[in-house]
């Protein structure tokens, strides 16, 4: 057993995380600006793709021949880590979802029209998965596409399109054929965003930034953009997430939270004396950093098992369930020791670190539904972990 | 990065899981928890005959210079078969106090006997607060014929190692509590005052025959299963050369032995809710009601995700702790850390073992209840949450 970073890992950790000390401003307001989910914070991310893309920093798990840089595993995690320390994202869905997707599965003028550009930061995509019927049973989803001549026909309507209303594209499921089994008739699409017929509708979140419901009302899509096989779309969904498991590791920005929660706590006084000075103060913080470098060995442990080629199967629902959880914790914990301070968002003085506390306090409320909810992950451990039956 | 056991750690966790299950089944460890030392001279000769009392020892002390990663293999499945003896306390902290502290002659004699098992060594440091902390440490050690006129806590330690200077024994006073294996034991090692006070300036080392006529020992019945005595020193005589370790200043000592014996409890503790997990689940998909197994509620396969989560990180937590030792590294911090996880963990693993298994393991003869008694006992032992944590503030620097 051997828990120790490769000299070669600890380089490109060291060389990722100087050069983001360096390009991302340091201070937790401009930090705030790089939230991922805020409009700012989305413009941050595309002008810092570029310079990803300067250092061949993009596409790190992608194979060479599509512009990627075939990085071994534990160095996907480091650099999911590193860059979500510092608010980059490090899983865009173009990269984590489309491109690993179309060079698997996508006809070869797929591969040749998306996958360069993906590869350069050039387009953007969002995910058209969750309807308002179908969130968690996702196979029972209605919005439909009909062939007519050379185009499907979409109709129909999704929720939470995160992204929809600056999109380049939508990586869209629909239904294909109505007259088989729920799993096997659903097809993906890859529809341009100025198609005629769709329309974005603006959801504002407890967070406060910007999701979306779409509207899809005869949007012809041509033949060409159906993802790889008619009605396949449902396994080129789950296989996605084989191929694909940077998206697993964007928790360093835990760490940062738990790192500004510690500086806060040393430099805020109260009743004459540091924060951390304070028993029941030290015995949360304490408790926190436990659980910080439990989720960290579930990270290293899934990661570890790509570079063997085990697929992480009830690993990395652990991991996702245990994070996001713990995610919950922290923020609380945050609020709870920030007290008054804590209830003060950005932009308003005096608020603890700025509103970070009370900004991720509303944020970790998404995650543990968002992308697969903890009582589904908690199935998957269960029954493909320990093979309860179903 | 490889989070594999190596072949031989392999071997020997088969060996071992084996090897309990045959010799020390869960009907034999109840029987064992009945009797008032709690040590089965049978089973210890055969652990010896594997070779397993001198894992972690040096060859030339007839042990396997094994890495403390071994050892967790091997804890971890004693852990597993929630077996009652002495090897925590003779093998892991006693031979490595004297590994570290012990001189030439000191390990000479016992080490070799530890590795074959014709002595068992424990460690007596509780007291009337049994809190691990020094000022917990009372028992008086004073040199027996003080010169004329001479204040004993004045004299130089020099003066007492002297070449060939024949000095004065020891006489040992006081009344060690929660001493594991306590009446098993052939030797202690005792933490005693060697001057007046507290705090951790003073506290000194003593080698001590256990069969001294002063000495009296009594079991102290642990619900948790594991050989705990009161032990108490009465005017016990001891000759200088039983001084381990340097003379006023034992407490680094105490403290590396807590944080070994913290680290070598989370790896038994592992294995302890492992076992209650598969014990657990192996009876979720048994048990029918409703026309159905119980493990196909999603109430069940919950709380048994939840389990595993507990399972899954405590050993990583561990086994990270464990390697930093092995690697040389400061691992205080990620020691308190695991302990802190695990004291809750098993826990909470055992508790809901319980609740799954319901009446059925509420029943006294139901082998369940050997890992809710143990997780209970492994909380606290060598510190429990709060004090561990209290460890990991400081350690954080907070």
Redesign the interface.
């Known amino acids: 057993?051997?828990?120790?970073?490769?000299k070669q890992?600890r380089r490109f950790q060291k060389e990722l995380h100087d050069f983001l000390t360096k390009e991302v401003p340091t201070d937790i307001k401009s930090r705030m600006l790089g939230q991922i989910e805020s409009e700012s914070g989305q413009a941050f991310q595309r002008d810092f793709i570029k310079k990803l893309i300067e250092k061949k920093w993009m596409a790190v798990s992608w194979p060479k021949e599509y512009g990627g840089q075939a990085k071994p595993a534990?160095e996907q995690l480091l650099y999911a880590w590193e860059l979500s320390y510092f608010h980059v994202s490090p899983g865009q869905t173009g990269m984590s979802v489309v491109g690993p997707t179309l060079i698997h599965f996508g006809t070869e003028e797929q591969k040749q029209t998306f996958l360069p550009m993906i590869a350069r930061g050039e387009v953007t995509f969002c995910l058209g998965y969750t309807e308002p019927n179908a969130g968690s049973d996702l196979a029972s989803l209605q919005t439909r596409a009909d062939r007519d001549g050379d185009d499907w026909v979409i109709n129909g309507q999704k929720i939470f399109t995160s992204g929809a209303d600056r999109s380049d594209y939508c990586w869209l499921a629909a239904r294909t054929d109505q007259s088989v089994p729920k799993h096997k008739g659903i097809s993906m699409f890859l529809v341009d965003m100025k198609t005629p017929g769709i329309s974005v509708q603006p959801l504002i979140t407890l967070a406060g930034y910007r999701t979306n419901i779409t509207y899809w009302d005869n949007v012809r899509v041509p033949a060409s953009r159906l993802v790889g096989e008619v009605n396949r779309g449902w396994y080129y969904a789950a296989a996605a997430l084989d191929f694909e498991r940077i998206a697993l590791f964007p928790w360093g920005r835990l760490e940062y939270e738990f790192d500004e929660l510690?500086r806060y706590?040393?430099g805020t006084m109260r009743g004459g004396k540091p924060l951390?000075?304070h028993p029941e103060?030290?015995?949360r913080?304490?408790?926190l950093?436990?659980e910080m470098?439990?989720m960290k060995?579930?990270a290293?442990?899934a990661a570890?098992m790509i570079?063997r080629n085990r697929i992480p199967n009830?690993?990395a629902s652990?991991l996702k369930?245990?994070a996001t959880e713990f995610q919950q914790r922290l923020s609380n914990a945050g609020m709870q020791i920030a007290g008054l301070f804590g209830l003060l968002p950005d932009g308003a003085p005096h608020a603890a670190l700025d509103g970070l506390i009370n900004y991720r306090y509303r944020y970790a409320v998404m995650p543990t539904f968002g992308g697969g909810s903890s009582?589904l992950?908690?199935?998957i451990?269960?029954?493909r972990?320990?093979?309860?039956?179903? | 990065?490889?989070?594999?056991?190596?072949e031989s750690?392999e071997l020997l966790r088969k060996t071992a899981r084996d090897f309990f299950a045959r010799e020390s089944p869960p009907a034999k460890v109840k029987q064992l928890e009945k009797t008032p030392a709690r040590q089965d001279p049978d089973l210890w000769r055969k652990i010896a005959s594997l070779g397993w009392l001198g894992l972690p020892f040096p060859e030339k002390y007839g042990g396997a210079n094994g890495s403390f990663?071994d050892l967790v293999a091997l804890l971890e499945e004693m852990g597993r078969a929630a077996i009652v003896s002495p090897f925590l306390s003779s093998v892991v902290l006693s031979g490595d106090l004297l590994l570290k502290a012990g001189s030439d002659a000191q390990k000479e004699r016992l080490l070799p006997a530890i590795a074959n098992g014709s002595a068992i060594v424990a460690v007596a440091l509780c007291e009337s607060d049994a809190s691990y902390a020094p000022d917990d440490v009372q028992l008086t050690a004073n040199l027996s014929s003080p010169l004329e006129g001479e204040e004993l806590s004045k004299r130089e330690p020099s003066a007492l190692r002297g070449e060939g200077a024949s000095v004065p024994p020891w006489r040992l006073s006081g009344t060690k509590l929660f001493v594991l294996d306590g009446l098993s034991a052939d030797h202690f090692i005792v933490a005693a005052r060697t001057k007046p006070g507290k705090g951790p300036a003073g506290i000194s080392l003593f080698v001590v025959d256990a069969t001294s006529p002063s000495i009296t020992r009594a079991p102290l019945a642990s619900f948790g299963g594991e050989a705990q005595a009161e032990v108490r020193f009465d005017n016990v005589i001891v000759p200088d050369d039983a001084l381990l370790g340097p003379l006023h200043k034992g407490w680094p000592l105490v403290r590396a032995y807590l944080r070994r014996g913290a680290l070598a409890m989370c790896a038994q503790m592992v294995g302890g809710a492992q076992q209650a997990l598969d014990m657990t689940?192996a009876y979720?998909?048994q048990r029918i009601q409703f026309g159905?197994?119980i493990?196909?509620f999603?109430a069940?396969?919950?709380k048994?995700?939840?389990m595993?989560?507990d399972v899954?990180?405590a050993r990583?937590?561990t086994?990270?702790a464990a390697?930093?030792q092995d690697?040389k590294q400061q691992n205080a911090l990620?020691i308190s850390?695991a302990k802190?996880?695990l004291s809750d963990a098993y826990r909470r693993v055992a508790r809901e073992a319980q609740q799954i298994h319901a009446g059925i393991a509420y029943v006294d003869d139901h082998d369940l209840q050997l890992y809710f008694r143990r997780a209970k006992a492994g909380e606290v032992l060598f510190g429990d949450a709060?004090f561990h944590?209290?460890e990991?503030?400081s350690l954080?620097k907070?």
Request: glycine content about 4%.
């Open positions: 057993m051997d828990f120790a970073y490769s890992e534990i510690v706590c040393k951390s000075k103060v030290r015995k913080v304490a408790a950093s436990i470098s439990a060995l579930l290293v442990r570890w570079g009830y690993e652990m369930m245990f009582e992950m908690r199935n451990i269960a029954q972990g320990l093979g309860l039956p179903r | 990065m490889n989070l594999d056991w190596s750690q990663l689940v979720a998909k159905r197994p493990g196909s999603q069940i396969q919950h048994c995700a939840d595993a989560t899954d990180t990583y937590l086994y990270y390697w930093k690697a990620e850390q802190a996880w709060d944590l209290r990991v503030a954080l907070l």
